[in-house]
Each structure stands twice: as C-alpha cells, then as structure tokens.
C-alpha cells in the first residue's frame, strides 16, 4: 500500500509539473506602412488648415487649434531627430485661405512643388485638417448619482507628398484621452461640459503623441509580445536554453519529447516546440525586416 501511495504521488507530481506554464516574450517586427524612396530624406512640414475661417471654430478656440498644430509638428520633429539621415524642416504652421475644396484643384500640385523647391525637400507633409471635440458618457453610480465623464478627441488629416506634387499617402492621426469628470444634474439633464478653449495643453500632448506615431510609419515597428510555454519536469532543460536566447538547441530535444509514449508530454513538447519556431520566425522576419530598411537607404 505504501509503495501504490509513492508511486501515485511520483506520478501526480509529475502531471502537475507537466500542466504548468509559464510567459516569455519574444519580437515582433512589422514593416513600415509606408515606404520612402531611398533618397527622400529633406522633409518638409506645412498646416495648410485655416482654423481661423471655419464659423464652428470660435476666435477663443483658435489658441486650443494653434497648440493642435504645434504639438503635431513637434511630435514629429522629436521622432525624426534620431533618424541623422533625416532633414525636417517647418515650412508653414499657418497657411491661409486653403481649403480642403482647393487641394483637389489641379492647380494645387504647382502649390506643393514651389514649396518643396522654396525648402528644396524630397516631401513635403501636409496637415490638411484638424477635427477637434469632446465626448460625454454618463455613469450611474450605486446611490443613483449621475456623473459625466468627458474625453477628448484629436484627429489630424495628413497627406504626404513627393516633391512632384505626387500624394504618395493620406492617412489619419490620431489620440484620445480621458479628459474630466464632472457631477451631473437633475437626472443627467444638466450638465456643465468643459471648454474646448481651455484644453489647449491637452490637445497639444494629444498631438505631440498622434505626431510621433504618423512619423513612426515610416519606420520598421516592434513590439514585445508574451508566448506560453509548458514547465515541469520534462521540459526544465529545454525552457532553460530558449530563455537563455538559444532556442534552435532545444529543437531536437523538444522533438524526442514530441515522440513521447505519454499524450499529455507529447502534446506540451509539440506545443513548446511551436513556440521555438515562432521565436525563430520573428528573429527571421526581423533581420529581413530591417535589412530591406537598411539596403533602402535609411
């Protein structure tokens, strides 16, 4: 009886090593959405929206607009300068009496080869539009009292051109924020929304980050990202070389185990083993990533 106790504890013991897991992480790196001729590397940055026309912007909003449009170019600027193959420059924060109408004139082609010529830039980008707001959602608590809470939103409507005049990508950048909570009254009937006037600094750090990522599209993107693996006895050695950086050396081991008279190890053991090939995947798909990068130019 004592024997039958030993060997069916070894035995628990051992599935319930086997049944355990653990997180590591591995890369992942994706292409640039955008891809730049390998000798565009003077740009140029012009706002061509008017934000002093629009009858719904109010003069005391243009300040929380002006600040928009500074916190986008900066955020840009602040991820280009550590590219030293890159030139940015500021054309125009404030270029009037354009219109979203006149940039589909034919004639608005001659508008951004003059400016690239003026800057002599390879590109030129442009901030066609800023849409600017604050939205509401009304929370119920347990004592029956209503809370507005407020968020902010910005989006800035970007075109990047050739020195040609050519739009080579539109695309949109863009954040958002919790923003401020405030009591609301008479059942939510009556609320009291802030000011769009006085969230000037918000907007501009909105945009500095919105900024910071339309730059970053024209760069090779990793994130860490987190992949399970099987622990217990069977598997100590092989989870110690992938974490030590050298999975390729626990491909034939995990393989031996894959072959295993024991389902439950064999099907863990093809489960880390595809965790291994993932990892070798990404450091591929990384290195042929940023080569391709690389052999452009930048």
């Given at each position: ?17 086997a049944?355990?897991?653990t997180?590591?992480q ?11 001729p390998?000798?565009?590397n003077?740009?140029v940055f ?5 934000y ?19 916190g986008?170019w900066?955020?840009i ?7 030293p ?7 125009d924060?404030l ?6 109408m ?9 508008t ?8 002599n ?12 707001w ?12 209503t ?10 409507y970007?075109?990047l ?8 990508d ?15 009254f ?8 802030p ?12 945009s ?12 090779p ?24 950086g ?15 008279s024991?389902?439950?190890i ?17 450091r ?15």
């Amino acid at each position: 009886m004592k024997t039958f106790i030993q060997v069916f504890s070894a035995m628990l013991f051992t599935v319930l090593l086997a049944s355990c897991s653990t997180f590591i992480q591995t890369q992942k790196t994706y292409a640039p959405e955008v891809y730049l001729p390998a000798d565009s590397n003077r740009i140029v940055f012009v706002n061509f929206f008017d934000y002093t026309v629009p009858e719904y912007i109010k003069d005391k909003q243009e300040v929380t607009y002006r600040m928009s449009v500074k916190g986008f170019w900066r955020g840009i600027e602040a991820e280009f300068m550590t590219d030293p193959m890159v030139n940015f420059m500021v054309g125009d924060t404030l270029s009037r009496r354009k219109t979203v109408m006149s940039m589909q004139d034919s004639t608005f082609r001659d508008t951004i080869v003059n400016i690239c010529q003026r800057f002599n830039a390879n590109l030129l980008i442009a901030l066609d539009s800023i849409n600017i707001w604050i939205d509401e959602e009304q929370v119920i608590d347990e004592d029956n009292s209503t809370t507005s809470q407020y968020y902010l939103n910005s989006y800035n409507y970007v075109t990047l051109y050739s020195s040609e005049g050519e739009a080579i990508d539109r695309s949109i950048a863009k954040g958002s924020k919790f923003y401020k909570s405030r009591p609301a009254f008479f059942l939510g009937l009556l609320t009291f929304p802030p000011a769009l006037s006085k969230a000037a600094a918000d907007v501009a750090g909105l945009s500095e980050s919105a900024g910071r990522d339309y730059a970053g599209r024209f760069y090779p993107f990793a994130e860490m990202v987190n992949v399970s693996l099987y622990t217990g006895g069977p598997f100590i050695e092989t989870n110690r070389i992938i974490t030590a950086g050298n999975p390729v050396e626990a491909i034939e081991p995990l393989r031996e185990l894959t072959r295993s008279s024991n389902k439950n190890i064999a099907r863990k053991a093809a489960h880390n083993l595809s965790v291994v090939y993932e990892i070798l995947e990404n450091r591929r798909n990384t290195e042929k990533i940023n080569s391709e990068f690389l052999s452009d130019g930048k």
